[in-house]
């Protein structure tokens, strides 16, 4: 038990915090728009929020390799919990200008992006100290992503139903709050920073910052993971934020349609981790990453664009989730077994910031295809991009290195 207690911590934080900020990303948008009756300002929110976290996720690798991810991590929790619990707060006592809120949404942000990217850099110390395969860490980290991400959206509009969106952002506060003690306490085998190579140490922050950009750079397997992740990220955000809805929006589908299909992606996503937790580290890598992503990707696009049965839309989403579940346990295991232990920080956060840095533009991409050819073809033109991107793997010899297992630090 104390040798899992890290890893039962780290999951259980995670579970909390990852349910909080699903709850604020459908709370915060609705109680601007309801506020202030302005499409454009919620989306000045969302930017304030998002420009931060993408840019601090970058500029916090060399801190987190510094101080060690779970000391940045819990620091960022606990500043979090005063950040977003002042939003709800200060709404009560009637002083909260839009200034204000954008200046703590910005914080918010800019607490969450070396957070979370420090709570990710500490996946492979846990899978070294509870000596279990990194497949199998990183997929109960995927499996936990997946269900606090629908429990929160389930809980979002229940908790906004009940008492508000600005009250629903207690939530969010509490779980940072929470996260904060519980990784405090559980993961303290884990608290020192990792040993730095020689001379590293007392190099200025931009050449350390430099080192993990240049590494990145080098790997050509990790880069082309960064590079395919932020492509498919695009165009799933066109696909969740745009391109269902206005499926859905159809005489005879409508909103509850809608939600069946994401609690199904969801569902069995979550399954497909669970699953990828269990069995990821005896299969093939390269294999199941590549027929994962094929299966994941553009048939769901198709399936919409040409209207075939409900009962066919199910299947290739519910086929679609399963294995995507599959991905996330894949892509982490080789990442972490391919960076040294004194730059997880440095490139981890690069990796995991170049895969939001296209997403803004994802809901744009949509408007846009669908504005100038329509919805069939926004969808097919999309689902033609996301087959060339998920194809590369199988075109360059380069990706069967994934299927080179190591131990997860070697440098």
Do not use: Q
Request: hydrophobic share 55%; aromatic share 6%; proline share 7%.
């Amino acid at each position: 038990m104390r040798r899992h207690l890290p890893l039962l911590g780290w999951l259980a934080a995670s579970a909390v915090s990852l349910t909080g900020t699903r709850v604020s990303m459908i709370a915060l948008p609705w109680f601007v728009l309801t506020t202030t009756g302005s499409p454009t300002l919620t989306g000045l929110v969302a930017l304030a929020e998002m420009a931060p976290l993408v840019t601090l996720k970058v500029l916090s690798g060399p801190i987190i390799d510094r101080l060690g991810p779970r000391r940045v991590a819990v620091v960022c929790d606990a500043a979090s919990l005063v950040a977003v619990g002042a939003i709800p707060l200060l709404h009560g006592l009637g002083a909260l200008p839009l200034w204000s809120l954008l200046t703590l949404v910005a914080i918010a942000g800019a607490l969450r992006g070396p957070g979370d990217a420090a709570k990710h850099a500490m996946a492979p110390f846990i899978a070294e100290h509870a000596n279990a395969p990194i497949e199998r860490v990183t997929g109960l980290e995927s499996t936990i992503e997946r269900a606090a991400g629908m429990l929160g959206a389930a809980l979002a509009g229940v908790l906004i139903a009940a008492i508000g969106a600005a009250e629903a952002l207690w939530l969010d506060a509490l779980g940072f709050g929470v996260s904060a003690l519980v990784l405090a306490w559980t993961t303290r085998p884990l608290s020192g920073p990792v040993p730095a190579e020689t001379g590293e140490r007392d190099a200025p922050y931009r050449t350390r910052l430099h080192e993990g950009w240049r590494f990145l750079r080098r790997d050509r397997v990790l880069l082309g993971i960064a590079l395919m992740v932020a492509a498919t990220n695009l165009f799933d955000t066109a696909y969740f934020s745009v391109l269902m809805p206005v499926w859905a929006d159809e005489p005879g589908r409508g909103p509850a349609l809608l939600g069946l299909l994401l609690a199904i992606a969801g569902g069995c996503s979550a399954l497909g981790s669970v699953a990828a937790s269990i069995w990821a580290a005896r299969l093939p890598r390269y294999v199941v990453f590549l027929v994962a992503f094929l299966i994941a990707g553009a048939p769901r696009f198709v399936a919409l664009a040409l209207d075939i049965p409900l009962a066919g839309v199910i299947a290739v989403i519910a086929a679609g989730g399963l294995a995507a579940g599959f991905l996330n346990p894949i892509l982490g295991a080789v990442i972490f077994e391919r960076i040294p232990a004194p730059l997880v920080g440095r490139v981890s956060s690069l990796i995991n910031a170049m895969a939001f840095a296209l997403m803004p533009l994802g809901g744009l991409l949509a408007g846009a295809l669908i504005s100038g050819f329509g919805l069939p073809i926004a969808m097919l033109a999309i689902a033609a991009g996301y087959f060339c991107v998920t194809i590369l793997p199988a075109l360059d010899p380069r990706w069967r290195e994934m299927d080179r297992r190591s131990t997860v630090h070697a440098s």
